[in-house]
């Protein structure tokens, strides 16, 4: 069984920068697209950065030039550096990937980042 672990949120001031880690874990043949999605209270789930097997990449617009996503193919681990940090982003980041042939979308338990102003 595949899993999705997460780590690196926590309480930042604006400005600052945090590193969000997802790893993935189990019996794993291939992983395609990973990405890291984001919740706010009372707000919908949004996609904030994606990144191909191939490593093309793409960014909610709020976060392009502050956020950069990358992976390491050989540690099944994919990476989210979030600088220039603002209190807007605050919100649970999930991590998300496709597994196997089929594409099996898996999540992670969630992170918490919070930005204070």
């Known amino acids: 069984q595949v899993r999705l672990v997460e780590s690196g949120g926590g309480l930042v001031q604006a400005g600052g920068s945090l590193r969000l880690s997802c790893a993935a874990s189990?019996?794993?043949?291939?992983?395609?697209?990973m990405g890291w999605y984001r919740q706010a209270p009372g707000k919908l789930r949004e996609l904030v950065a994606a990144i191909t097997s191939g490593g093309s990449t793409n960014y909610l617009d709020s976060v392009k030039g502050r956020f950069t996503i990358s992976r390491d193919n050989a540690k099944n681990t994919v990476y989210l550096q979030m600088n220039s940090l603002k209190p807007e982003d605050t919100a649970v980041y999930y991590c998300?990937?496709?597994?196997?042939?089929?594409?099996?979308?898996?999540w992670g338990q969630g992170t918490q980042v919070t930005v204070s102003s």
């Open positions: 998300n990937a496709e597994v196997g042939i089929n594409r099996v979308p898996l």
């Open positions: 189990g019996t794993i043949f291939s992983i395609n697209a």
